[in-house]
């Protein structure tokens, strides 16, 4: 979400350790170790998989992997969309 905000104009470096948190732990193996299943989620896969989590009850872990930097030019993409809609119905 840090990428969205002013602050993610800051040197890339300082940005990154101030405020990107790389996982080092493996999600799966404390899922297993606590008897949670977990699964990694493909994002067109992802409504199914919940379908299916909330079908099967009791706590589980849906893990979803996300490219930053493609999640920020849909994102900004999707929201220019928005304002060139916005612009075309607005007086």
Known sequence: IFDH???AQAPRAR?????ITPQAADLPALCAGAG???ATVPAPEL?????QAFAAG???VLRLVVDRADDLARRRSAWAAVARATAEVTP
């Open 15 to 19: 940005f990154e350790r101030l405020f």
């Open 58 to 60: 009791g706590p589980q």
């Open 47 to 51: 409504p199914a998989a919940v379908a």
């Open 36 to 38: 949670v299943p977990c």
């Open 5 to 7: 905000l002013p602050l």
